[in-house]
């Protein structure tokens, strides 16, 4: 692609970035930032530093892949790069390696505690005897807790015990991604050899092919051929797979016939660890009152402490500024407000219900309307996919419907959002609406 389309492109999508972000935003964030590769499903952008690049990642690269998506109709994975690290792109982006930024994700830097002890060992059990103690391996958990991590340090260290290995990696959505870039250019029959043809197939965020047909269906042969040659399969999600109620059945089967194991939000004790350790490996020091304010402060996300840790090192690099419990403050509510916010149930359904003029407890309650139900549907929906809350739980929050009105809810939203364009546009409206207040 020339270098004129690629940067026609970014404005493309500056333009569309700048319908919901100020022009303050856009020119503090976005004016060192450029492309330097639109490759099949990947644009890869180029930023001054790691601070910027930082920010960019958590709080803009869902908004930038939405734009693109917007543009394109499909999705596209976004890699942004400071100036060095996109210099050893370019170096090394033609040599075939499988496992992306595996550098830190090993065993001995993973810290254990009560929450993931049980991950952390049947990790190690797969990467010592892989094939042999427990296959498939399903990890998961809430985001920012430690599964890549672990997913990756299995893949470093079968790569450093047998080197002539043959290992795959993947995301469930590049998975999906790369199957339709293979049917619609013939190359099916590559695509398959690439990921059956392995000793250790790693598969991150296997929640995004719920409800994609086609790719479920490749990848129950690909999980078959596989897992019948006695090679090691290692899986990870948000969620276990009974609760991924769009999920063939003959999937959820064979990752229930592995180990699934779970990992909690570490307990106190176990983020105070964590602090020290990142910003030891940073270089910064923190006095003993302000790792235990950011462990008590911090309680369900280790990535909320590994990005307060690098706003501090930030502050003090750039701003020169003293580490106190002021600065931390200011770093935990920079963090929070940037890329790990949570809505609340009830702060979803009061978003839809005012989305659609109608109360809260016309959803919650019996009105049966066609509106009322689609509104309904579509704040279950999003209580679902924006907060990972149980069935059960969803159920409660609308009069404690029960499990089944809730899966077929869920159903109903999924295929609509893939025939009604009208639908889907709602579903973003109402969720840049939810993003917009945490944003201000």
Request: proline share 3%; hydrophobic share 40%.
């Amino acid at each position: 692609m020339s270098v004129n389309s690629l940067n026609d492109i970014w404005q493309s999508v500056l333009g569309v970035l700048g319908e919901n972000l100020t022009s303050t935003a856009i020119s503090t964030w976005f004016d060192d930032c450029v492309p330097i590769e639109l490759d099949g499903s990947s644009l890869v952008l180029q930023t001054s530093t790691e601070f910027k690049r930082d920010i960019l990642v958590n709080r803009f690269s869902e908004a930038i892949k939405k734009a693109m998506s917007d543009i394109f109709s499909t999705e596209f994975n976004v890699k942004i790069l400071t100036k060095d690290e996109a210099r050893d792109y370019e170096e090394h982006k033609n040599v075939d390696d499988p496992l992306p930024e595996m550098g830190g994700y090993t065993f001995d830097r993973f810290i254990v505690g009560n929450s993931n002890k049980f991950a952390h060992s049947a990790a190690v059990s797969v990467a010592q005897k892989p094939g042999k103690a427990y296959n498939p391996l399903f990890i998961y958990g809430n985001s920012g807790l430690g599964k890549t991590h672990l997913l990756l340090a299995i893949g470093q260290y079968i790569r450093e015990h047998n080197p002539g290995a043959k290992i795959a990696y993947v995301k469930g959505d590049e998975f999906t991604n790369q199957l339709l870039k293979a049917i619609k250019e013939g190359t099916g029959e590559e695509f398959r050899l690439k990921y059956r043809n392995v000793d250790l197939f790693l598969v991150d965020d296997i929640q995004f092919i719920s409800g994609k047909q086609a790719t479920q269906e490749e990848f129950f042969h690909t999980f078959n051929n596989i897992y019948e040659a006695g090679h090691q399969i290692v899986i990870t999600s948000d969620r276990p797979p009974m609760d991924m109620t769009l999920l063939d059945d003959r999937l959820s089967t064979r990752f229930q016939g592995g180990l699934m194991a779970d990992i909690q939000p570490p307990d106190i004790e176990t983020r105070m660890v964590i602090a020290r350790a990142k910003a030891a490996q940073l270089g910064l020091v923190l006095e003993d009152d302000a790792v235990t304010y950011i462990a008590e402060t911090l309680t369900s996300n280790v990535r909320q402490i590994e990005g307060v840790i690098k706003r501090l090192t930030a502050y003090r690099e750039i701003l020169d500024s003293k580490i106190d419990i002021a600065a931390i403050k200011r770093a935990i509510k920079d963090v929070v407000r940037i890329g790990t916010f949570i809505p609340s149930p009830q702060l979803i359904i009061r978003e839809t219900a005012r989305y659609y003029q109608l109360t809260e407890e016309d959803l919650r309650g019996q009105n049966r309307s066609k509106g009322t139900n689609t509104a309904r549907q579509i704040a279950m929906y999003l209580i679902r996919t924006l907060t990972n809350t149980g069935l059960k739980e969803i159920g409660a929050e609308f009069g404690n419907r029960n499990h089944s009105t809730v899966i077929s809810a869920l159903r109903k939203v999924e295929d609509l959002l893939k025939d009604d364009p009208s639908y889907a546009a709602a579903v973003r409206d109402i969720t840049s609406n939810i993003s917009n207040i945490n944003s201000n």
